[in-house]
Structure formats: C-alpha cells, structure tokens
Nanobody, 124 residues
C-alpha cells in the first residue's frame, strides 16, 4: 500500500531554516514525480516545488525561488525540501504528493497520492 509520510516541521523564528522530509513506500518511487504543497489556515492549497522522477528537473513557486530547494534520494526512498530564510508567510501545513504524469505542474488536482502533512510555523 502506497504511503507518503512527511516529517521535519516545527516552530522556527523568521530567517531560520528547516528541512522537511518525505518518506515514500508502496510504489516504485523512481518512476514518480514528487512535489511539495502547503496550505495555510483559510487559504487554498498551493504548490511549492516539484521534482521529476530522475531528479533532473525541478520547479518552484515564485514565492519560494531562491530560498527553497527540493531534492530526492531514490535509493533511500526520500524526498527533501530545504527551506531557508523562512518568513511568517511560509507558515502552513506542508504536504508531499506523487504522480506518474510527467506533465504535472504545481496544481494540486494534478497529483494523485498525498501524505498527511507536517506543520511549519514561523514566528518570533
């Protein structure tokens, strides 16, 4: 049975960093694209970043470009999101998601499998 499990969230101060992890099981990870999404209270879920199955292509939302870095280790069945220079606007529940489709962008409805999320709170 497929499973995506996020970890690494927490409470940090503005300007600090966090690394989120997504552990993948139950399907052939090396043929699936993986993405990170986030949802803040009262807001719609938004795409943050995506990485292709091979890891050679990445995509970022404008709001996180230059601050966040997505990576994957297929051998360890892990995907990571390194988040630097965090601001209160980054506060949200962060989700990882997977899809077989290479044409998927950062729209949530293009992604098939979802984790339960991890809370990230940026506050002084």
């Amino acid at each position: 049975q497929w499973q995506l499990v996020e970890s690494g969230g927490g409470l940090v101060q503005p300007g600090e960093s966090l690394r989120l992890s997504c552990a993948v099981s139950g399907f052939s990870m090396d043929i699936y694209n993986i993405a990170w999404f986030r949802q803040a209270p009262g807001k719609e879920r938004e795409g943050v970043s995506a990485i292709s199955s091979s890891g050679h292509r990445t995509n970022y939302a404008d709001s996180v470009k230059g601050r966040f870095t997505i990576s994957r280790d297929n051998a360890k069945r892990m995907v990571y999101l390194q988040m630097n220079s965090l601001s209160p606007e980054d506060t949200a529940v962060y989700y990882c998601a997977a899809t077989y489709s290479d044409s998927a962008g950062l729209a949530p409805n293009e992604w098939d499998y979802w984790g339960q999320g991890t809370q990230v709170t940026v506050s002084s």
